[in-house]
T-cell receptor, first 112, second 115 residues
Framework: NAGVTQTPKFQVLKTGQSMTLQCAQDMNHEYMSWYRQDPGMGLRLIHYSVGAGITDQGEVPNGYNVSRSTTEDFPLRLLSAAPSQTSVYFC???????????FGPGTRLTVT | AQKVTQAQTEISVVEKEDVTLDCVYETRDTTYYLFWYKQPPSGELVFLIRRNSFDEQNEISGRYSWNFQKSTSSFNFTITASQVVDSAVYFCALSEDFGNEKLTFGTGTRLTIIP
């Protein structure tokens, strides 16, 4: 049981490049979400999903896309990277709303 | 809209002292859930406690205790006899119930335990 896994751990992009951050969980959790963590701002919700085929926007969705084709996977796509997207990204899963969220180890992204 | 405020940005205490981390929340729901997470220097997020809005009993787990007071919308966290391993950033978070599947975090409190 690996829990929540994220790849890559580190990534450097140039402005305008696109990429996908991968997130997978093996706990059969319905609820998955993506957060970004910036100094002094805590964690902010980017997008979330309450089940396969269902996604919705969080607090800071601009510049990011998500899809949820399976229960296990919830990739986050950066369409055209900008320096403002330099951050640490965390993926999380939970069996349902109101329960604890299990977090992945994070991806540190730098956009130059 | 839901909101979580952690007014203490940084706290430093000498080892073995007790320390309380404050958390104040705002919500219009009558059913909601409160959480504390720990983020040690290694960067991972570690779940500490979950409390629902109908359970106002305080909880103690070893050196950790939590004081939930609906009257003041607070969910404070106390570490007794602090240790160097308690040095971390601590986040308080809030999740509302029906119709709002979002976890809102406070900005965190960086706790440094001085040996």
């Amino acid at each position: 049981n690996a829990g929540v896994t994220q790849t890559p751990k580190f990534q450097v992009l140039k402005t305008g490049q696109s990429m996908t951050l991968q997130c997978a969980q093996d706990m059969n959790h319905e609820y998955m979400s993506w957060y970004r963590q910036d100094p002094g701002m805590g964690l902010r919700l980017i997008h979330y999903s309450v089940g396969a085929g269902i996604t919705d926007q969080g607090e800071v969705p601009n510049g990011y896309n998500v899809s949820r084709s399976t229960t296990e996977d919830f990739p986050l796509r950066l369409l055209s990277a900008a320096p403002s997207q330099t951050s640490v990204y965390f993926c999380a899963s939970s069996p349902r709303v109101g329960y604890e969220q299990y977090f992945g180890p994070g991806t540190r992204l730098t956009v130059t | 809209a839901q909101k979580v405020t952690q007014a203490q940005t940084e706290i430093s205490v000498v080892e073995k002292e007790d320390v309380t981390l404050d958390c104040v929340y705002e919500t219009r729901d009558t059913t909601y859930y409160l959480f504390w997470y720990k983020q040690p220097p290694s960067g991972e997020l570690v779940f500490l406690i979950r409390r629902n809005s109908f359970d106002e009993q305080n909880e103690i787990s070893g050196r950790y205790s939590w004081n939930f007071q609906k009257s003041t919308s607070s969910f404070n966290f106390t570490i007794t006899a602090s240790q160097v391993v308690d040095s971390a950033v601590y986040f308080c978070a809030l999740s509302e119930d029906f119709g709002n599947e979002k976890l809102t975090f406070g900005t965190g409190t960086r706790l440094t335990i001085i040996p």
